[in-house]
Each structure stands twice: as structure tokens, then as C-alpha cells.
């Protein structure tokens, strides 16, 4: 007997009246579109954060609010990649524990690729902030699909 597929509120959102035309597509491409989905609402909070504490509101230094922001944009990331963009349910703890230390590591090594073009572009070469972290940002969330995908979410065979 095979084992049965849970549906998640997306899978129920798609299998909804003139959204299931799309759904033959979002079946097939659904971690791929969740990752952009709340890769989006990840980008728009932290590029949110980045102007809050920056620019717009406290006007902190960038590498101070880009650690901040990134600390609040982790646990953001950890919760949605893990309950739906790549169903990392683990049995025990001990599973958990590594599930979140090996993202967190992930994260944050693409923090200080994210504080290095930070650091050249804008402190060092003066360049704009919101552009460069525009920039920054998407570069970021490329990384962190591919070290999401291939070291923390991997399924085991």
C-alpha cells in the first residue's frame, strides 16, 4: 500500500475552483514555486527591515541592520522552507537540532557573502544602499535554494 500524499493549504488552495486549472503545473513545480513565494515575502520583509533600521527609520550602520535583519529573516526562512517549500519533517529532535544548525550555517554563509558585496559596494565604494542590497539580496536567495536543496532539506533515499 502506498503512502498517502498530505495536503497542505496550498495544495487546497490550488485544487479550489478556477485555480485548478494550474494545478497539473504547481503539482509539478511546487517546491520550486513556494521557495519563490515565501523567497519573495523573505525579500520584502528583509529589504522592509534593511530600510527600517537604515535609511528610513533608526539609521543604523548597514552591516549592524543587515545582521539584524538577517537574524529576523532566518527564522522567517527556517519555518516556511521547513513546513512547506521542502517538508523537512523529521522523527526526533536530535534531526531537528541538525536540520536547524546546518540551515543556520547555510544562512550564514551566505550573510557574509551578503555583508561582503555590502562592505565593498557600499562602504568602501560608496555606492547607493537599496541597490546594492536589492542586488545582494536576490544573489542571496539563490544560494540558499541550492544549499537548502542539496545539504539541509535532502531527502534521504
Not at 7 to 25: A, C, G, R, T, W
Not at 78 to 83: G, I, K, L, P
Not at 100 to 119: M, P, Q, Y
Request: aromatic share 20%; with cysteine.
Amino acid at each position: 500500500m502506498g503512502k498517502t500524499e498530505k495536503k497542505d493549504i496550498f495544495d487546497k488552495i490550488m485544487s479550489l475552483p478556477v485555480l485548478n486549472i494550474f494545478e497539473p503545473f504547481y503539482k509539478k513545480y511546487k517546491e520550486g514555486l513556494l521557495y519563490l513565494f515565501f523567497g519573495g515575502l523573505a525579500f520584502f520583509l528583509s529589504i522592509f527591515l534593511f530600510w527600517f533600521m537604515g535609511v528610513g527609520v533608526m539609521h543604523l550602520n548597514e552591516l549592524v541592520n543587515n545582521t539584524i535583519d538577517w537574524v529576523i529573516c532566518v527564522a522567517f526562512q527556517f519555518f516556511t522552507n521547513r513546513t512547506w517549500v521542502f517538508d523537512g519533517e523529521v522523527d526526533n529532535k536530535k534531526d531537528f537540532l541538525k536540520q536547524a544548525g546546518s540551515f543556520t550555517a547555510g544562512r550564514l554563509f551566505t550573510l557574509i557573502v551578503e555583508d561582503g558585496i555590502l562592505l565593498i559596494f557600499v562602504t568602501l565604494m560608496a555606492f547607493p544602499q537599496m541597490p546594492v542590497k536589492l542586488a545582494a539580496t536576490f544573489i542571496v536567495i539563490v544560494l540558499n535554494y541550492f544549499i537548502s536543496k542539496l545539504f539541509v532539506f535532502k531527502k534521504k533515499d
